[in-house]
C-alpha cells in the first residue's frame, strides 16, 4: 500500500492506496505459465511477474477461462489491440 501525502493551501491531504494492479491470467494457457514463471522456470518472464499473477489468480475458478488467449478475445477478455500486439509482424489473418 502506498501513502502519498499532498500539501496544497496549507493543508495536508494523504491519500492511502494500492500501489500494484491485479494482472489475472485471461487463458488456462496463460495461468500455466505463470505457474512455472513463479517457479522459476521460465527464461524471458522474470520470477516476480509469474508470483504476481499466482497472487491475483488465488480464488479464480482456472477452469472457466478460455483453453488459449484466441478463446479469450472472441469472449471479450482481450481487446483487439491487444491481439495485435501478441500477434507476430508478418502473420496476417
Known sequence: MSQTT??????SVSFHAKAEREMPSVSQAQ?????AAAA????????SVGKEFVKADK???????????RAAHKKGLISEKAMQKMRPEHVHD
Not at 40 to 47: C, Q, Y
Not at 59 to 69: F, N, Q, S, Y
Request: proline content about 7%.
Open 6 to 11: 499532498v500539501q496544497a493551501n496549507n493543508k
Open 40 to 47: 522459476g522456470n521460465v527464461e524471458g518472464v522474470p520470477k
Open 59 to 69: 480464488g479464480r475458478k482456472i477452469g472457466r477461462l478460455p483453453k488459449h488467449v
Open 31 to 35: 495461468n500455466r505459465l505463470m505457474h
